[in-house]
């Protein structure tokens, strides 16, 4: 399985993404600049945090115009399987390829600590190696992770089971506690705590660990049956 990273200006936590998916699933990664028109090499995409174009406007408001992004969107046409983490979740609502979208937090201050989130979904691609109902540590590290939808995209959310992480102990005012969601058909996930950052116990947990190891299996899983059929 062959990932992007990809890379805005102001992009911080790209190499934490590479590094991420080296070591947890030794899988070929390379870093894509935003200005590519071609990510049909690529099996997964992750959409790193940062402080994209300064955060300007609106985080992720700029980036969402990237060339890139063009292709990302096809990409999630053919369920390509997508991770948008912090300011890659922000640039994921901003592109319309996830509902929502993150207002400030309510502290209006930037938050970054660990926090405790509880898995709500285990049977999408990036979760099905947690246990439903999970309480498991990631940390967080945002200004504007304050998610919020209309009434009718919430009952939507519900009813399809995106909804795939809450927090434990609400940090920054989002809707129902909610922490990550997937588009309706679950190739698409966006969160604003970095499971990238808790990969080695050195870090203080591992419990990102999973996500990685969870699309790779998903990836694993679709080609198997696909060589059988
Ligand atoms: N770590 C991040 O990706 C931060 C995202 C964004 N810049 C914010 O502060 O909300």
Not at 18 to 25: G, L, M, P, Q
Not at 85 to 110: D, H, M, V, Y
Not at 205 to 222: P, V, Y
Request: with cysteine; net charge negative.
């Amino acid at each position: 399985m062959k990932f992007a990273v990809l890379v805005f200006p102001g992009s911080n936590c790209d190499i934490d993404c590479y590094k991420a998916v080296e070591d947890t699933i030794g899988q070929p990664v390379d870093y894509v600049w935003h200005t590519a028109t071609d990510l049909s090499a690529y099996d997964g995409i992750l959409v790193p945090g940062g402080f994209s174009y300064g955060d300007y406007l609106r985080c992720g408001a700029i980036s969402r115009f990237a060339p890139v992004m063009n292709e990302v969107a096809k990409a999630a046409e053919e369920g390509k399987f997508i991770l948008g983490i912090c300011n890659g979740f922000q640039i994921l609502t901003e592109a319309g390829l996830l509902p929502g979208t993150l207002l400030r937090n309510t502290s209006l201050k930037f938050r970054c600590h660990d926090t405790v989130l509880r898995v709500e979904n285990n049977t999408n691609p990036f979760t099905s190696e947690y246990a439903a109902g999970e309480e498991i540590v990631i940390p967080i590290a945002h200004g504007e992770g304050n998610y919020y939808c209309d009434d009718a995209t919430l009952e939507q959310l519900k009813k399809n089971n995106q909804i795939i992480f809450t927090y434990v102990n609400n940090p920054n005012g989002s809707l129902e506690d909610i922490a990550g969601i997937s588009n309706e058909r679950g190739n698409v996930v966006g969160m604003m705590p970095h499971p990238e950052r808790a990969v080695d116990s050195l870090f203080g947990s591992e419990d990102g660990k999973r996500m990685f190891t969870s699309i790779l299996k998903a990836w694993r899983d679709r080609h198997e049956s696909a060589s059988v059929r």
